[in-house]
């Protein structure tokens, strides 16, 4: 009979802390669920841009193909964004297939802050990118055309709008076009 007494006095005493900590409280050894970072603290990592929204959002005259990849670091008040990416466009003309090819690689260095928690400056930029364009048209290849930097990409300071939550970055770059990136770390 003691040992009875002692196990439901100790079930007893587990039902009443239970009921006293709430239904959502956190169990012995469990952590409090967190919450997403927001705003300037959520910028540090590794981003990925989503190229297909991007040249969706872009592109009103032509359907443009992305592949590669664009990415994007914040460190330590220091970002980079580094280029593999290719855009290719199509049309049909009176004079046959026009295929237009962007390929663009290289670099942006720079350094970083925040402004509030919706304002980014970027300073102290450094850009080492290029872009080679080749015009086909009837399958024939036009001599392509190299530029650098690369146009569209950052060669002086700038002020962007950003929002930033948990996985998701969002970079206003001026008029309807904003750029979408995924945490890749």
Not at 26 to 46: D, F, H, K, N
Not at 160 to 178: D, E, H, Y
């Amino acid at each position: 009979m003691i040992r009875f007494r002692a196990v439901f006095g100790l079930l007893v005493s587990v039902a009443i802390a239970t009921a006293a900590m709430g239904a959502g409280a956190a169990t012995a050894g469990a952590s409090a669920p967190t919450r997403p970072r927001t705003g300037a603290s959520c910028l540090v990592g590794s981003w990925t841009l989503d190229l297909d929204r991007l040249v969706q959002e872009a592109s009103v005259t032509q359907k443009l193909t992305p592949s590669g990849a664009v990415e994007l670091k914040f460190r330590r008040g220091e970002f980079s964004q580094s280029y593999t990416d290719t855009l290719t466009g199509e049309t049909t003309g009176p004079s046959g297939t026009v295929k237009v090819t962007q390929e663009y690689g290289g670099s942006v260095f720079g350094k970083y802050h925040t402004t509030g928690s919706a304002q980014l400056d970027l300073t102290d930029i450094a850009n080492t990118t290029s872009m080679k364009m080749t015009v086909s048209v009837r399958g024939i290849a036009g001599e392509p055309n190299l530029q650098s930097p690369a146009p569209g990409t950052m060669s002086a300071a700038v002020t962007l709008a950003f929002t930033c939550r948990g996985n998701s970055l969002q970079i206003g770059v001026g008029g309807p076009v904003s750029q979408h990136y995924t945490r890749t770390h």
